[in-house]
Nanobody
Framework: QVALVESGGGLVQAGASLRLSCAAS????????MGWFRQAPGKAREFVAA????????SYADSVKGRFTISKDNAKSTVYLQMSSLKPEDTAIYYCAARRVNAAGYRAREYDYWGQGTQVTVSS
């Protein structure tokens, strides 16, 4: 079993930056592919970014490409999502997810473990 705990969310103004963290316990992130998803009110959960076991391969949704960066520190069992140039449409609950398959997953159902989420609100 893997437990994921997100942190770093908050209220920021448009154009600001924010870094989310996801701490994993129960299994080393070095053996997990990780992803970030988000869900805005009234909308479906959507893929944001993913990273493979070694961190050598990353993937991003078109809506965040060039603004968000996913990374992982295997020694700390932590995955990060650095968000820059934030827009009001980035407002959502952000979820960290993990999967045992070493490949980026783009669908929520491809992930085995989930955190409880952290709220990100971007004001205009």
């Amino acid at each position: 079993q893997v437990a994921l705990v997100e942190s770093g969310g908050g209220l920021v103004q448009a154009g600001a930056s924010l870094r989310l963290s996801c701490a994993a316990s129960g299994r080393a992130v070095s053996s997990l592919a990780m992803g970030w998803f988000r869900q805005a009110p009234g909308k479906a959960r959507e893929f944001v970014a993913a990273i493979t076991w070694s961190g050598g391969s990353t993937s991003y949704a078109d809506s965040v490409k060039g603004r968000f960066t996913i990374s992982k520190d295997n020694a700390k069992s932590t995955v990060y999502l650095q968000m820059s140039s934030l827009k009001p449409e980035d407002t959502a609950i952000y979820y960290c997810a993990a999967r045992r398959v070493n490949a980026a997953g783009y669908r929520a159902r491809e992930y085995d473990y989930w955190g409880q989420g952290t709220q990100v609100t971007v004001s205009s």
